[in-house]
């Protein structure tokens, strides 16, 4: 913990200044060393996995682990009755306020949303199918207006992710309902897709889709998903999702 506040009070202090570029880019070597350590934190014992599920780890013992890992932005998160460490959201822009340029305000303030709202838990979904749209759009916009952003490949990889899914669903929350048939509300998410983000750069794909799966009576088959892949979409059924 001390060697992450003394990297980040670092970061701070190298960045005052300097133009916004070179802020940028110190912050994001910063938080490179910052997810590499957060990674190591649970592979060598900060992941509370094996030796503890939910009866162990009592709300008092919870709230001093987590007071402890706050000082850096971490928090104990909890999937599949196991304990891991895990970013919470709200650190970054606080912790390094004098420095932010205004994409990684905006960065920070959509990501930092997700990360509290979740992602996916045991691989079902832990928000909604247009809540899933929009993050697309809003994700898709970011990368327009900020086109040389710093964090653009990761935000890139979040949205193959989060298109992947839209199209596919994923293991416990599928487009479909047990008949087959695709969900109303995944239907109407298409259609709202199709009516208000016409400019958008998955348009094309979700109209193929959307087309297919009426011609078909909205039954997904595997012609569905095959037709995911060919077009460059895999399937995101049998992956293990980011759970935020």
């Keep these: 913990m001390d060697l992450i506040t003394k990297a980040a009070n670092e970061t701070i202090n190298s960045s005052l200044g300097e133009n916004e570029k070179c802020r940028e ?3 994001h070597v910063f938080r490179e060393y910052y997810f590499d350590a ?3 934190s649970i592979k060598n014992g900060s992941y509370l996995g094996p030796n503890y599920d ?3 780890i009592d709300k008092s013992k919870e709230k001093k682990i987590n007071s402890h890992l706050s000082k850096v932005g971490w928090t104990l998160k ?14 970054f822009e606080n912790k390094f306020a004098k420095i932010l340029t205004q994409p990684y305000r905006e960065y920070f303030n959509l990501r930092s949303k997700e990360i509290n ?7 079902g979904l832990l928000i909604s ?6 993050r697309i759009i809003k994700w898709e916009s970011f990368l327009l207006r900020y086109s040389d952003f710093v964090e653009n490949l990761g935000i890139k990889e979040y949205q193959d992710i989060y298109i992947r899914t839209y199209l596919s669903g994923i293991d416990n929350s599928t487009i479909e309902n047990d008949g087959g048939v695709l969900l109303k509300e995944v239907k109407n998410s298409y259609e709202n897709f199709l009516k208000e983000n016409k400019n958008s750069k998955y348009f094309n794909i979700v109209k193929d889709c959307y ?6 009576k909205f039954v997904i088959n595997k012609n569905y998903l095959e037709f995911l892949e060919k077009s460059g979409y895999r399937t995101m059924r049998g992956i293990q999702p980011p759970t935020y």
């Excluded at 709202?117 to 691989?123: H, I, P, T």
């Excluded at 199918?129 to 929009?134: G, I, K, T, V």
């Design 25 to 27: 880019k110190l912050l």
């Design 78 to 91: 909890e999937s599949e009755r196991m304990f891991y460490v895990g970013e919470s959201g709200g650190w």
């Design 54 to 56: 939910e009866e162990e």
């Design 129 to 134: 199918w247009e809540q899933l749209r929009n």
């Design 38 to 40: 957060l990674n190591k």
């Design 211 to 216: 087309g297919m799966l009426k011609n078909n």
């Design 117 to 123: 709202e979740g992602f996916s838990e045991d691989a």
